[in-house]
């Protein structure tokens, strides 16, 4: 039987006929509205990185308030990110952290830049990850976990 956590957490994901029919979006935002199911995915995604890595100094995410975003255009051709010069320390062990991958652009661009600082990237990490678009792959040899997979 699957973990209740889990199952928790993957009633909660939304997934609407969006931006065309046809297409599902996933959409995490109900996890961050409700307390029970984002407490079980937090907790969820500690423990694996507890058990896989022990020691890990930083997390490293992209920030947005209040799930807001600037809209996407159809196609988005490059990820585009920054951190402070100081951030970190040359060997630091980092986790980086997304809601969602897809084609592993914003994660891949995340472990370059994490690179740039000389820290050690110890994996990716996702609440859902959409299988079809293979961004696993661009992340290699970065490993990767997810809670949930949709094709």
């Known amino acids: 039987m699957a973990d209740p956590e889990l199952q928790l957490v993957e009633r909660r994901i939304r997934s609407p006929d969006f931006p065309t029919p046809g297409v599902l979006f996933r959409d995490i ?3 961050l509205k409700d307390p029970a199911s984002f407490r079980a995915a937090i907790g969820l995604l500690a423990r694996h990185l507890k ?3 022990g020691r890990i100094d930083y997390i490293a995410g992209e920030c947005r308030v209040a799930a807001s975003r600037a809209p996407l255009p159809p196609r988005a051709p490059r990820a585009e990110l920054e951190i402070q010069k100081d951030a970190l320390e040359p060997g630091q062990r980092v986790v980086v952290v997304d809601d969602l991958l897809a084609t592993g652009g914003t ?3 995340a472990c ?3 690179g740039r600082l000389q820290a050690e990237v110890l994996e990716c990490v996702s609440l859902v990850e959409l299988t079809s ?3 696993r792959e661009k992340l290699a040899p970065v ?3 997810s809670l949930l997979q949709y094709e």
Do not use: N, R, W
């Open 107 to 109: 994660m891949h661009a």
């Open 133 to 135: 678009l293979k961004g």
């Open 51 to 53: 058990v896989t890595h």
């Open 29 to 31: 935002s109900p996890v």
């Open 112 to 114: 370059e830049l994490l």
């Open 143 to 145: 490993p990767f976990f």
